[in-house]
């Protein structure tokens, strides 16, 4: 099983720039999670999908960040314009169902500074 | 809301010693408790978990973790520590949908040799 896959693994940016974020889920993973973690604030759950349906979106820190999940294989967090304040890294998670105990598995990560 | 607390930022063994990470929860009803491992630079590794049954839970890389009801914990455990398990350790609470789970601060595990 290949886990799930996150792409960039690090960007670097100027602020105001557009960032788009790209995950692929688990094959068969009908959840999809967007968190985001700073020393700050640790981690933070930013948006959930449920086969493909955005549930819960009350992370998401402001308008200038989107997420979209067009199909089950597939899913983007885009920033824009892009903050310093928005360095962070970015985790895509999914699991099989958002049931009660389903246990989710983390993407290695996307790594965005912006300067 | 469930909460998920992790009293300790970081905790220091030596090799060889058993090594105790401190969880402690709260939450409505039935608490559903994990534990993940992130290593620098990587994203999050699932341990273990509890949902029901036996509190003792077994998990990856010879840890194990106790459920305790009665002082709402689950404390990861593991007999002898190794240099490798040198890592972030998060405690996480779930509650009826995976969306509400709550990741504690997260503990630094650093064991020396």
């Known amino acids: 099983d290949a886990g799930v896959i996150q792409s960039p693994r690090h960007e670097v940016t100027e602020m105001g720039q557009e960032v788009t974020l790209r995950c692929k889920p688990i094959?068969?993973?009908?959840?999809l999670f967007w968190y985001r973690q700073t020393m700050m604030r640790g981690l933070e759950l930013l948006i959930y999908?449920?086969?493909?349906?955005?549930?819960?979106d009350s992370g998401m820190p402001e308008d200038r960040f989107s997420a979209k999940m067009p199909n089950a294989s597939f899913s983007t967090l885009k920033i824009q314009p892009s903050e310093p304040r928005d360095s962070a890294v970015y985790f895509c998670?999914?699991?099989f169902g958002a049931g009660t105990g389903n246990t989710i598995y983390f993407g290695e990560g996307s790594w965005l500074t912006v300067v | 809301a469930q909460s998920v607390a992790q009293p300790e930022d970081q905790v220091n063994v030596a090799e060889g010693n058993p090594l105790t990470v401190k969880c402690t929860y709260s939450?409505?009803?039935?608490?559903?408790l994990f534990w993940y491992v992130q290593y620098p630079n990587r994203g999050l590794q699932f341990l273990l978990k509890?949902?029901?049954?036996?509190?003792l839970v077994k998990g990856s890389y010879g840890f194990e973790a106790e459920f305790n009801k009665s002082q709402t914990s689950f404390h990861l455990k593991k007999p002898s520590a190794l240099v490798s398990d040198s890592a972030l350790y998060f405690c996480?609470?779930?509650?009826?949908?995976?969306?509400?789970?709550?990741f504690g601060a997260g503990t630094r595990l650093t064991v020396k040799p």
């Open positions: 509890y949902i029901t049954g036996d509190n």
């Open positions: 998670a999914s699991s």
């Open positions: 094959s068969g993973h009908n959840s």
């Open positions: 939450v409505s009803g039935n608490p559903y």
């Open positions: 996480a609470v779930g509650a009826i949908n995976n969306n509400d789970m709550r």
């Open positions: 999908f449920n086969n493909n349906v955005p549930i819960d």
